[in-house]
């Protein structure tokens, strides 16, 4: 075992940080012998604290000496120094370093040592020289001072003298001269104020939330802080590493409004243009399409008449192809009307329940029925005699009111018939047929009417059954929408409804007009806070310029039916935020969480997806 043995300490103050470069001073309290005769002296063994407050002696232990109960004094600190101690231990021996805190004793008949926390060791008033010693103290102007030698204590008591009274009172009162009175109040503080130009303690309130505590040159007073009177800050802000959505980029690539994409000069048509340094506006060359197909068959499709300009040519009926050479009717039939010419036979005539009837009509326009030969039916007319070849004499005087009538061998007979009704005359023997039978010279007959009338398919032309010449005024072209017919007339009015631009360039050389029709966006633009969109929004781009937080309502199909796959654009365009929102009954479909618009002239497109749905882009 060795003959001495390591002790150790650490020297903090009172916030825990180590005191460096402290001495730290140790003797035995008086001679002492260890076995063998070897005398230990009372001097003094001396060392200092490190950087980190650290010290460390090599002690020869007490119980290896004669007087196993004998104690080293431990002094640490310089005299008159506020952290000067005074420490005993008894070191027992061992081969390991031991702590000076866990060897502390408190040997018979000396005093327990304390802490300076615990004993006064000098006094001193700041920053002056610590007193050590007998030290008197004097009471001024209201103290009073009670020592008690018994207790060793000394009462400092204030009686009063200019401090307002040995009792409570308010700070800030009436009686002190220096204060302007005032109840105290959470936050308060007590500042200098000049008060009726005078200088005295006075209560300053707490301030409102978020302001700051400064001076205004001449008192302390609550306020903003302005830029300008931010001390020491950088002149550049450079930010943080941190990403955004591409909502937050105004001057994104794919989002710039249409105003960012004109340039001055640019025509309708043109596209933005990559010159190899800027961007330019100008026309798509053919030769500039890459990839493009050799040819382009065309999709099965359709054209209303319309769309053939050259619909009608000459030579027609010559130029028809695979004609046949007659044409054949189908079974069909005709109205009596249509028939002029020939006769009908008798079994197609209908029957009559009265005999001696006959087939008349007696109004226009209706159908025959049989009754007896009124003089009205018979046409009137006169012969001259020289006109009647076969005129034969009647010898007999003849009665009034009669004519006479024919024999079996169709000569004239002697006898006469009496004119009017039921007289015996046949009208079929007097003309050979009805008058019903006899189409009048002028009359008109419906298309329906003419049933081997040949009519070409396409008349193209070029073809076999081109028309030419140019339409008469009973012309007409058909008009038809998706194949419903509209209207037959001779002219097609192009009409530019919203969103459409046309132009119409008269081409005669080649006998055509052609007809160019362009999407187009009109500009509805809206001063106020809440806007329902219209049938007239379709396609077309909604401009919400308000500096106030605005809305546009989607809504439902019932109130107004835009068709599924309707386009609108709603832009920003004032500095107010502008947010969509869907009525009751209709669904909003929001997959990037951007119905609200923050970004001023940005835009939104809105899609009818179903009959009440719609996303927004």
Do not use: C
Not at 200 to 220: H, I
Not at 350 to 360: C, G, Y
Not at 460 to 485: H, I, K, M, Y
């Amino acid at each position: 075992m060795s003959t001495t043995r390591v002790v150790y300490g650490t020297l903090l103050n009172a916030k825990g940080q180590p005191l460096a470069n402290v001495t730290v001073s140790i003797h035995l309290v008086s001679h002492q012998f260890i076995d063998g005769g070897k005398l230990i002296v009372k001097s003094i063994v001396s060392t200092k604290t490190d950087q980190n407050g650290y010290w460390e002696v090599s002690l020869v232990p007490n119980d290896t000496m004669e007087d196993t109960n004998s104690f080293y004094i431990v002094t640490i600190g310089e005299p008159n120094v506020i952290y000067r101690r005074r420490y005993f231990i008894r070191v027992p021996s061992g081969d390991t370093p031991v702590s000076f805190d866990s060897i502390r004793v408190y040997p018979t008949g000396l005093p327990k040592p304390v802490s300076p926390e615990e004993v006064v060791s000098s006094i001193a008033v700041i920053n002056q020289q610590p007193m050590k010693g007998q030290i008197t103290f004097i009471a001024g102007s209201g103290i009073e001072l009670q020592q008690n030698t018994d207790a060793k204590t000394i009462k400092i008591i204030n009686t009063g003298g200019g401090g307002g009274g040995g009792g409570s009172h308010e700070l800030l009162s009436d009686t002190h001269t220096d204060t302007e009175p005032a109840s105290v109040q959470r936050g308060m503080l007590i500042v200098g104020k000049l008060v009726s130009s005078v200088v005295k303690w006075a209560g300053l309130l707490l301030g409102s939330s978020g302001k700051f505590l400064k001076s205004d040159g001449a008192d302390a007073v609550w306020g903003d802080v302005s830029w300008d009177e931010v001390q020491n800050k950088p002149s550049t802000f450079p930010p943080s590493p941190h990403t955004h959505v591409k909502a937050d980029i105004t001057d994104f690539a794919h989002t710039h409004p249409l105003t960012e994409l004109q340039q001055s000069g640019a025509t309708t048509g043109q596209v933005p243009k990559w010159s190899g340094t800027q961007w330019q506006a100008g026309n798509v060359d053919w030769n500039e399409v890459t990839n493009k197909p050799s040819t382009f068959p065309p999709e099965p499709h359709n054209h209303p008449r319309s769309d053939i300009v050259d619909f009608f040519s000459t030579p027609f009926w010559n130029n028809i192809p695979d004609k046949p050479s007659t044409f054949p009717p189908e079974p069909h039939s005709h109205d009596a009307a249509d028939i002029t010419s020939g006769r009908l036979s008798a079994s197609r005539l209908p029957t009559s329940p009265t005999a001696n009837r006959f087939l008349v009509v007696r109004n226009a326009n209706s159908d025959p029925t049989y009754d007896t030969i009124q003089v009205a039916d018979l046409p009137s007319h006169t012969h001259t005699k020289s006109q009647i070849t076969d005129l034969e004499t009647i010898t007999t005087t003849p009665t009034a009111n009669a004519v006479p009538k024919a024999d079996a061998n169709a000569k004239i007979a002697t006898g006469w018939i009496p004119q009017g009704h039921n007289s015996g005359l046949d009208a079929d023997t007097v003309d050979g047929q009805h008058a019903s039978t006899f189409a009048p010279a002028s009359h008109t007959h419906t298309k329906s009417d003419i049933t081997d009338f040949a009519h070409a398919a396409s008349h193209q032309a070029g073809g076999s059954d081109e028309l030419t010449g140019n339409l008469n005024a009973n012309a007409r072209v058909g008009v038809a929408r998706e194949g419903t017919l509209v209207g037959t007339r001779r002219q097609v009015n192009f009409r530019q409804g919203a969103g459409v631009s046309i132009d119409a360039e008269d081409e005669a050389a080649n006998e055509r007009v052609n007809v160019t029709i362009r999407s187009r966006v009109d500009i509805n633009t809206h001063t106020g806070t809440a806007y329902t969109l219209q049938l007239s929004d379709a396609g077309n781009l909604v401009q919400m310029n308000n500096s106030s937080a605005n809305t546009v309502t989607i809504p439902t199909n019932t109130s107004v039916p835009f068709p599924v796959g309707t386009r609108i654009i709603v832009q920003k365009y004032g500095t107010g935020d502008t947010t969509i929102q869907a009525d009751t009954g209709v669904t909003l479909r929001d997959p990037n969480n951007q119905a609200t618009i923050t970004t001023q002239y940005d835009l939104r497109v809105l899609l009818k997806i179903g009959t009440d749905e719609w996303v927004v882009i």
